[in-house]
């Protein structure tokens, strides 16, 4: 989650786009909101190059945490 004004944290839905493949954030959306509550979805869609990955070739979250900590406030 991301800092919100009003919610104080929201979802931010960061994706790496597959080779050949071209999804539109609200393709993302739509295919996600099916399983989900509304409340559950993220408020944007940020795509990316590649995930950060630590040593052990586990996703880095804490780069991405600082990068997107104000994605949604405009920081």
């Known amino acids: 989650g991301v800092k919100h004004m009003k919610w ?3 979802p931010l839905l960061i994706v790496v ?3 050949g493949c071209n999804p539109s954030k609200s393709s993302i959306l739509d295919t ?3 399983e989900h509550a509304k409340w559950q979805l993220p408020d944007d869609v940020v795509f990316i190059d590649e ?4 040593a052990t ?3 880095d ?3 991405l945490r600082i990068k997107y900590e104000d994605f949604l406030i405009g920081g």
Do not use: A, N, W
Not at 51 to 54: A, K, W
């Open 8 to 10: 104080e944290e929201r």
């Open 17 to 19: 786009k597959k080779e």
């Open 32 to 34: 996600i909101s099916s």
């Open 51 to 54: 995930m950060p990955l630590t």
């Open 57 to 59: 070739g586990k996703i």
């Open 61 to 63: 979250k804490k780069p």
